[in-house]
């Protein structure tokens, strides 16, 4: 162990600045790294170089530079914090059902103790259908000439369109992700509870614990790091959510679904307004650094705690 | 580590390379490749039209090349690719075709441009999405028709419908022709005729007026049909319907009102809409005109089945398809599926008048050449142009059992067969509606949206601000507000491809 009066002495002994080097494991990192680079840093830096341009499309790429302009122009834009506010409101709505609904279809699967594994394999069914096929499904269910909800709906008086009104248009997109992503938070829960000891369920219930304080005070405590695994995954999934909306209202009604994903893709693959979009990518990244780091804590945390 | 192998460490021999010196060239390196990247999505010039040998058969001179087309899913399209071999046999050119999605299209035919290499060397040139925003990155027709042993188009440009020839086919006043029309939907008034029929006596006596669509007819008369077929007609829960999605179909529903009611874009409206301009000036649909459109716009949809605000054109095209709306504004060349679905039931007119005019917006486009073609391809590309806008293939298109368009040239308007299939029973029932888009393609009556390289952005702003006013979010001069200080914003950046 190096003590405080050790390093003392040494930074004594040796005042000037010390230089790492490339040691012979980083050296034989290097081609790697340099795929790394090819692969992330270079478009990063292009990004970055691009969100002070304006980019030119027409005989070849071309940047020309504008300084602040388009950050200016990002940080005063109040559709753009609309929809960041937007983008806020249906991340959390999204997780919490997923990660609410999921644990409770873990819960039920895990005390069952024939036929589970058919109900799980319908459970997950969702989980296999491509986004966009999601949406489309979701757009015919709820077509208001020949939806089979709408139907129903006009069946009990409510004649509205679910995606012509910006309510329902909202609940709508949030619950078909619900619908085909709940089982992931329900097959990592499953996962998890069902590597919980069982000899400390039995303890529970010999102590009278009832099924909610079991799971309540010892199931998920035991199985935090694994939801926070799957929090981790789904919260940068819904970052980048695009399919569904896209298939189903595109943003609308007036904007209630336009989150960023949308108006990331809007900027730059239908306005090719490409320094304008290289901010809100920029903006995007580094939610989504944020967000992971947050997780990643909360992980680290966890872990040293057990 | 102990302090003694610490020191070991230190003394080793200096390596060539330190971690910072490492960074430092790894971002140096970087940004070189960076540029490099970007540099190397730059254009070279294309190769020149190769030259024509003594006696060679025009239409045979580039046998045996490939070239690429990419177009949006359209009926012309659909028409020609089932349908390739006459071309091929003529010329021995092969062909691939793309139908993509008309967003999907645009994003391709931006990046090919970018990329300067031509994979796509005939585009279909959507005259608000593709050629105002791109028309330097397209050629000249002119340069090819007829001229270096090319063959010349079949009766001349003259023989295209002049006011589809200048929206679909030019940016600005140099005359230069960059695409050819190719396709040429209009939106009319598509209407249920056997209700019409059935209830004509009662709705006349009820309304006050002859209740006949037609461009005689008023907006307001309209409101007043559709209101009255939704309570006393059981054949169809509501009487129209509309394509208010948040969508471009929004803004092209809304226009048709728009110009009716005396409102428009920009001044000379008209004329931005036939040429094109890159400055249009200050946007006017701050006006009293645009509000008055604006106010009975938002009105019109509250009457209508409430499916509107979630369908574009596909959508209320299946609603009365299905019959859940007596009426509608939409593209004429659904026809061909109307009278499928309902046969002899569907008929067509212009659109109504208001106080102004009344206004049928075109949504016709053209298909064009790439810039960077060059060599045989661009000649191919030229040979498949021509054939693909000929009389005889539109009138094969008419005909196709895949769909099929509605003919962009005069003379095949003026063939009997053809004039006999504007009447039941008809062959070619895309021909049903030739009455009502031959008056709505008139000057006085057609509706073109501002050529401008920006439209796509204020597109949008428009169709957002008309989707707030119908969520009841804002009132039709607040939309109208917003729309116009959003675009004056769009066009005050400048357009910069």
Redesign the interface.
């Known amino acids: 162990m190096t003590t405080t009066v050790d390093r003392a002495t040494r930074a004594g002994a040796d005042p000037a600045p010390r230089r790492s080097r490339l040691t012979l494991h980083e050296l034989m990192m290097a081609p790697a790294l340099l795929l790394l680079a090819v692969l992330s840093i270079i478009p990063l830096v292009t990004l970055i170089a691009m969100s002070f341009s304006r980019v030119r499309l027409l005989g070849g790429v071309r940047l020309e530079w504008v300084g602040l302009d388009n950050w200016s122009r990002a940080l005063t834009d109040a559709d753009l914090w609309h929809g960041w506010a937007l983008t806020l409101v249906y991340f959390v709505i999204t997780l919490a059902i997923e990660m609410v609904l999921g644990i409770a279809i873990a819960a039920v699967l895990s005390r069952l103790a024939r036929g589970r594994g058919p109900l799980l394999v319908l459970v997950l069914l969702p989980m296999f259908v491509a986004p966009a096929i999601v949406g489309l499904l979701g757009r015919y269910l709820t077509d208001s000439t020949f939806g089979l909800y709408a139907w129903v709906l006009q069946g009990v008086g409510i004649h509205h369109d679910i995606l012509g009104n910006p309510h329902s248009a909202l609940a709508a997109v949030v619950l078909m992700d619900v619908w085909e992503w709940t089982p992931l938070i329900a097959l990592i829960s499953l996962a998890g509870m069902t590597s919980v000891n069982p000899s400390i369920l039995e303890a529970a219930a010999l102590d009278g614990a009832g099924s909610w304080r079991t799971l309540w005070h010892i199931v998920l405590p035991s199985i935090m790091n694994v939801l926070t695994v799957a929090l981790l995954i789904r919260s940068m999934d819904l970052v980048r959510y695009f399919d569904i909306i896209t298939v189903t209202t595109n943003g609308g009604p007036a904007d209630a679904t336009k989150i960023m994903p949308l108006r990331l893709y809007e900027s730059s693959f239908r306005f090719f307004d490409l320094g304008y979009a290289a901010v809100i990518g920029l903006m995007m990244l580094v939610l989504t650094i944020v967000i992971a780091r947050i997780f990643v804590r909360m992980l680290s945390g966890k872990g040293q705690n057990a | ?3 003694l192998e ?1 020191q070991q460490m ?1 003394h ?1 021999p ?2 060539v ?4 010196r ?1 960074l430092q060239l ?1 971002g140096l ?3 070189a ?2 540029t490099g ?3 190397g ?3 070279s010039e294309p190769a020149p039209l190769p030259v024509a040998k003594p006696g060679t058969d025009p239409w045979r001179r580039f046998a045996g090349t490939t070239i690429n087309f990419i177009s949006e899913n359209t009926a012309p399209t659909a028409a020609i690719a089932a349908n390739l071999k006459p071309f091929t046999d003529l010329t021995g050119v092969r062909v691939n075709i793309g139908n993509l999605e008309l ?1 999907a299209l ?2 391709r035919v ?2 090919d ?2 990329g ?1 290499q031509a994979q796509y060397d005939v585009v279909y040139a959507d005259p608000y999405q593709v050629l105002a ?2 028309s ?2 397209l050629t000249d027709l002119r340069e090819l028709d007829g001229r270096s042993g090319l063959p010349p188009l079949e009766k001349g440009l003259g023989d295209f419908i002049p006011t589809q020839l200048r929206a679909a086919g030019t940016f600005g006043d140099d005359g230069k022709i960059f695409a050819l029309p190719y396709d040429a939907p209009t939106m009319i008034w598509q209407y249920r005729a056997d209700i019409f029929d059935r209830y004509f006596d009662r709705m006349s006596a009820d309304l006050g007026f002859d209740p006949t669509p037609g461009a005689d007819r008023t907006w307001e008369e309209y409101r007043k049909i559709a209101a009255w077929i939704n309570d006393h007609v059981d054949e169809v829960p509501y009487g129209t319907g509309h394509q ?4 471009d179909s929004l803004q092209c529903d809304f226009s048709n009102v728009l110009w009716a009611y005396g409102g428009d874009y920009f001044e000379n409206g008209t004329e931005v809409g036939l040429s094109g301009s890159v400055h249009p000036g200050k946007c006017l649909l701050r006006e009293d005109a645009a509000i008055e459109a604006a106010t009975f716009y938002d009105g019109l949809v509250r009457i209508a ?7 574009d054109w596909d ?1 209320v095209a ?2 009365l398809r ?1 019959g ?1 709306i007596a009426m509608t504004p939409n593209w004429h060349e659904n026809a061909a599926s109307n009278e499928q679905a309902l046969p002899g039931k569907i008929d067509y007119a212009p659109l109504p008048r208001g106080p102004h005019r009344s206004a049928n917006i075109y949504g016709g486009t053209g298909i064009a050449i790439s810039g960077s073609s060059g060599g045989a391809r661009l000649g191919a590309a030229w040979l498949f142009v021509n054939w693909a806008t000929s009389p005889d293939t539109q009138l094969a298109n008419l005909k196709s059992s895949v769909g099929g368009g509605t003919p962009t040239r005069s003379s095949v308007y003026e063939l009997p067969e053809v004039k006999q299939a504007e009447q039941r029973p008809s062959k070619l029932p895309n021909m049903l509606t030739a009455d009502a888009v031959t008056t709505a393609w008139k000057s006085d009556y057609i509706g073109l949206r501002p050529k401008i390289p ?1 439209w ?2 204020c597109d ?1 702003a428009l169709f ?1 601000e008309l ?2 006013m ?2 009841g ?1 804002q009132s039709p001069k607040e939309a109208m507000t917003n729309a116009a200080d959003r675009i004056d914003d769009i066009v005050a950046r400048g357009w ?2």
């Open positions: 580590m102990t302090y610490d230190t080793r200096k390596p390379l330190t971690r910072r490492a790894g390196g970087a940004g490749l960076a990247f970007l540099a999505c730059g254009a967003q645009v994003q931006a990046l441009m970018a300067g925003p791109y330097k990155g208010a999605k948040q969508h089945h409430p499916g509107s605000r979630g369908w959508g299946a609603a299905a859940q920006m796509n952005e949008t957002t989707s707030r119908l969520a979010q910069f491809a």
